[in-house]
């Protein structure tokens, strides 16, 4: 397992264009189960949960290849419909096959995921959403079993926006018979570059962005083109790490409106934060950050994806922060590793309190899921000394090259490839 070695306290300086989305780019490739033929997904990220979607769209019989970020799926030769354990195991997003697969092949085999590490996380709205579309679903032995003669359009009302669940009952009724409406719908610009993707391939879509949907099925999909959006994760990422290293960043290739929550909470913390239709600016050389408190929540509300970078950055600010996750109300496993690196924050309930203080100092840390090694990484660029970022395997799922984009910005951070963590 890979570690990384970060001496903190360098300023971040320079100017980097952010990759494509891995929660956009794992939607995209999914949906090519949809159609039979020669997909193009531009912008895609290298990154291992796009590795294994890959190794599931090769399980089910797609051919593919991927350069230069380009990757082409030929979706002709799809011979079985299962998704097994081993590989949905690895990442929950495998899900997103079994609304795809039963639209097109009126039959899927996928596992169902377990929980993760920041507790349970259920698929009951999608299992739900496709019965009510008359699919026929039993679990058996650790899987779902879905069937159906063709799926029929439903009135779906989900109770809370899932951004899964909206993508794959989205996926499922393009191709069923009728008009089904999602209310509720989640609107993360991943599920907006999806259904622009499923409109490419000719779907009918009206209300994208917007969290009502209508979609009237088509009796068949072609093969279609599309480009994976920026990953604003990513890019809200790094704004932080320029923030905590007192730096100036300029990323390019984001919109601002994918980010907004994140670049005005840094606002309001008084960072100087440009924007332009596609560019972040971010000046922290000269400013003292004050706390801002957040709660997460749906789009355009300020992602559970950046709650962990923003507690590392309010750990070393001046004051007292209040951070509520009303997502996922567990998903605090990097808080104890920040506190061995100096932090001092406290966890009740789904809420972290952190109190800021003066410095951190570096230390061995544990990854222990993708975005809980962001945090950590931040934390150790701004520490004094040096830190040891174990098991960054986590970070590597989501991130494509993150220790070369922020060397390329002056940080000192190496990976050292091992065996003994
Ligand atoms: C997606 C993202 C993940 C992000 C999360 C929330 C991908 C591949 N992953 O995950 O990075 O953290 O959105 O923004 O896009 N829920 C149910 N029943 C369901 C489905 C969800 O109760 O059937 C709950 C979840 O427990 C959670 C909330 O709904 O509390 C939102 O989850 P959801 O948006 O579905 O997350 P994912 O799609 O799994």
């Given at each position: 397992m890979d570690k990384f070695l970060i001496q903190g306290g360098t300023a971040l300086r320079g100017e980097i264009a952010v990759s494509g989305a891995k929660n956009a780019s794992l939607a995209l490739l999914a949906a090519t189960l949809l159609n039979s033929g020669i997909n193009t997904i531009s912008n895609t990220p290298r990154l291992n949960d796009v590795s294994t979607m890959l190794k599931l769209l090769a399980q089910l019989g797609c051919g593919y290849t991927f350069t230069n970020n380009i990757v082409t799926i030929d979706s002709v030769s799809v011979d079985n419909q299962f998704a097994p354990y081993e590989l949905v195991k690895k990442m929950r997003a495998s899900i997103y096959v079994l609304g795809p697969l039963l639209a097109r092949y009126g039959y899927a085999k996928v596992s169902l995921p377990g929980g993760c590490a920041w507790g349970p996380r259920p698929v009951n709205l999608h299992i739900e959403g496709l019965r009510k579309m008359g699919a026929e679903l039993t679990v058996e032995n650790g899987y779902i079993i879905a069937k159906t003669k063709r799926l029929q359009a439903a009135k779906l009302n989900f109770d809370i926006s899932s951004v899964g669940a909206t993508g794959n009952l989205l996926m499922a009724s393009v191709l069923a018979s009728g008009t089904t409406v999602i209310n509720n719908a989640a609107m993360e610009p991943e599920i907006t570059n999806l259904a622009l993707y499923l409109q490419n391939m000719g779907a009918k879509i009206s209300g994208i962005g917007t969290p009502i949907l209508e979609i009237e099925g088509v009796d068949e999909l072609h093969p279609a083109d599309i480009e994976t959006i920026p990953d604003r994760i990513e890019a809200g990422t790094i704004l932080i790490a320029a923030a905590i290293t007192k730096g100036?960043?300029?990323?390019?290739?984001v919109p601002e409106k994918h980010l907004h929550s994140i670049v005005a909470k840094l606002q309001d913390a008084g960072a100087d934060v440009k924007t332009t239709s596609s560019s972040i600016t971010i000046d922290a050389a000269n400013c003292s950050l004050t706390p801002q408190n957040i709660i997460t929540s749906p789009f355009p509300g300020?992602?559970?994806?950046?709650?962990?970078?923003?507690?590392?950055?309010?750990?070393?600010?001046?004051?007292?922060t209040t951070v509520t996750d009303s997502i996922y109300l567990d998903r605090f496993s990097h808080v104890p590793e920040l506190n061995r690196l100096g932090a001092d924050i406290m966890i009740k309930e789904n809420n972290a309190i952190i109190r800021g203080v003066k410095k951190l100092t570096g230390a061995k840390v544990m990854s222990t899921d993708l975005r809980a090694s962001a945090s950590l990484v931040l934390a150790g660029l701004a520490a004094e000394g040096e830190t040891e970022v174990l098991r960054v395997y986590h970070l590597d799922r989501g991130y494509e090259s993150l220790e070369k984009k922020l060397s390329s910005l002056g940080a000192n951070i190496t990976r050292v490839a091992g065996t003994e963590y």
């Open positions: 100036t960043v300029t990323l390019q290739n300020f992602p559970t994806d950046m709650q962990a970078q923003w507690i590392a950055l309010m750990s070393v600010t001046k004051g007292t």
